[in-house]
């Protein structure tokens, strides 16, 4: 049945009931966690400095100039927090959230046109409630506004390779979206959609369509959006700064990641546990995959499985072969993944209740009974304040479990998706209430930051040595907090007029303390992370 054939209800309520879905998924108590809950603090630092200096060309941490990531980003975090008034962890995650949330509408539409209204639909509910895309959409991080920007670059090439005599017109658009995602992370954001498309194209035998696509017209829109950042950021952080540009983010952050790992080397097969683990609970699905038979397809509409299969194969075997790994660096192919869920489970509803119809509900049953048990023993040993609410989860799960393998008994394969996605709503919410109590335990930063301000009080504050490269004490102490790294510099702030004070390590100090200016060692022990931390000042 066509969409425009169907009553104004049954158009508008699916959509309406995603959304509700998803903005439950990705908004629900976003606010409530601290900083240091599984964010990346020194997003938040960043901004906090670029509105405190007023400087929104030149990012900085700890006063030094920032240089491992792009800044389209700081500035969106930055912006938030100007408009809202300040930084507060709802502000921070606020662009992640909406940008999650427009994954999900990028989603039903590419759906609508590969693969039918239903699997659409089902693709967007399984990318708004699966543990990675939900998790990543509450987090202070890069990761997930650069899905979005891939996201909406792939829509729109889609569309250009499949819309006959108006191709044209949506090439322009996803080459300034490229753009974007380059200057949100950059060059994998030109990188991931012209691999995609390129898969695709030779997939299809279309590879003369490059033609088509006014490559060289792109290169100049996502060359013209950099500049409009890159240029006045080069020309500002001077000589040194363009030296240390060089060395952190053209050669560590890219070439040296891809080739060596960096600081992330994982062994090649790393993604497929990483995958299958958090793109649940629709993972089943893609293991299952080849083996759902396919229903009788409307031959005036023909589904395209190629798109989806070329970004998520295409995605999957680059972030393999790159020796630098980590688990949200796959966050840019689940919008894929979602879309061959969607196909997936949508063809078991057109098939009816079959073999591997069967097998779905029973190893959702499966799972749902080894969570049932194992995370209520997990929380009894490793976080016993979250006991009682894992006995809920728990029972959740039984009841999912039992659901879908009901619907499925009963061939309805519907109720057993909207079983998966209702159970999955609840054990969000669960989850999520349960987070701040173990916030204190992740707060090293605050924790620090309120140690160490009663002694340093109007003074100024820096820090000395490597440990302190991911410290975010200026946010915390309200205070701009220079970071030190040599010792005649060391020197050069303890003999300042002013009242001056640095953190620093305690096997750094006993190295130097003897060769330092006269100064004074504040009383009582701090610690970060491993390390035991010493304060010194400039006045006995």
């Not at 599984?38 to 509105?51: N, P, S």
């Not at 194209?201 to 696509?213: G, H, T, V």
């Not at 479990?401 to 159970?423: N, P, R, W």
């Not at 349960?434 to 930063?445: F, G, I, N």
Request: some cysteine; glycine content about 8%; overall charge positive.
């Amino acid at each position: 049945m066509k969409t425009d054939s169907l009553p104004l209800r049954a158009r508008l309520l699916p959509p309406l009931v995603l959304a509700a879905t998803a903005a439950f998924v990705f908004f629900f108590r976003l606010g409530e966690r601290g900083f240091e809950n599984k964010d990346t603090v020194w997003y938040v630092e960043i901004a906090w400095e670029m509105l405190r200096s007023g400087d929104w060309i030149v990012p900085r941490f700890n006063a030094v100039i920032f240089t491992e990531k792009p800044v389209l980003f700081i500035w969106l975090v930055a912006a938030s927090a100007k408009l809202a008034g300040g930084i507060t962890p709802f502000v921070s995650r606020s662009p992640s959230a909406l940008a999650a949330f427009g994954c999900v509408f990028l989603t039903l539409a590419l759906g609508k046109r590969m693969l039918g209204r239903r699997a659409a639909l089902l693709a967007a509910f399984a990318l708004s409630t699966n543990y990675a895309f939900a998790w990543e959409a509450r987090t202070c991080m890069v990761d997930m506004v650069f899905t979005f920007f891939v996201t909406l670059t792939l829509y729109l090439l889609y569309r250009g390779f499949s819309d006959g005599g108006h191709r044209g017109q949506w090439f322009t658009p996803a080459y300034f979206a490229a753009g974007l995602a380059a200057l949100t992370k950059g060059p994998l954001g030109v990188v991931f959609p012209a691999l995609v498309s390129l898969v695709y194209l030779a997939w299809q035998r279309r590879l003369k369509f490059l033609r088509e696509m006014r490559i060289p017209w792109g290169i100049l829109i996502v060359a013209g959006i950099q500049a409009v950042w890159y240029a006045p950021y080069l020309v500002r952080i001077g000589p040194d700064g363009r030296r240390f540009f060089c060395e952190m983010y053209v050669y560590k952050e890219n070439l040296l990641r891809f080739t060596s790992g960096f600081d992330k080397a994982e062994p090649f097969w790393f993604y497929v546990p990483a995958i299958l683990s958090h793109f649940l609970p629709w993972s089943i699905l893609l293991v299952l995959y080849p083996f759902i038979p396919r229903a009788a397809e409307d031959a005036g509409a023909p589904r395209d499985r190629a798109f989806p299969a070329a970004w998520f194969f295409g995605l999957f075997a680059f972030l393999t072969l790159s020796s630098g790994k980590h688990s949200r660096y796959a966050l840019p192919l689940y919008p894929a993944a979602a879309l061959l869920a969607g196909d997936a489970w949508d063809r078991l509803i057109a098939s009816g209740r079959d073999r591997v119809s069967r097998a779905v509900s029973a190893t959702v049953a499966a799972l749902a009974a080894g969570g049932a048990v194992g995370i209520p023993v997990y929380a009894w040993f490793a976080a016993p304040g979250f006991f009682i609410p894992s006995l809920l989860l728990s029972a959740l799960l039984v009841a999912s479990a039992t659901a879908v393998f009901c619907a499925h008994a009963d061939e309805k394969a519907s109720a057993a998706f909207v079983a998966v996605v209702v159970a999955f709503a609840c054990f969000w919410a669960v989850f999520i209430a349960s987070l701040p109590a173990r916030e204190e335990q992740r707060a090293e930063h605050a924790r620090l930051a309120r140690q160490i301000s009663p002694a340093v009080g109007t003074g100024r504050l820096a820090t000395y040595g490597l440990f302190s490269r991911r410290l975010a004490l200026g946010f915390f102490t309200g205070r701009t907090v220079n970071y030190i790294d040599r010792e005649e510099q060391l020197s050069d702030y303890l003999r300042s007029g002013e009242r001056v004070f640095c953190l620093m390590e305690a096997a750094e100090y006993a190295k130097l303390g003897e060769k330092l200016p006269p100064h004074a060692k504040a009383p009582g022990a701090y610690r970060y992370r491993k390390f035991d931390l010493v304060l010194i000042g400039n006045r006995r």
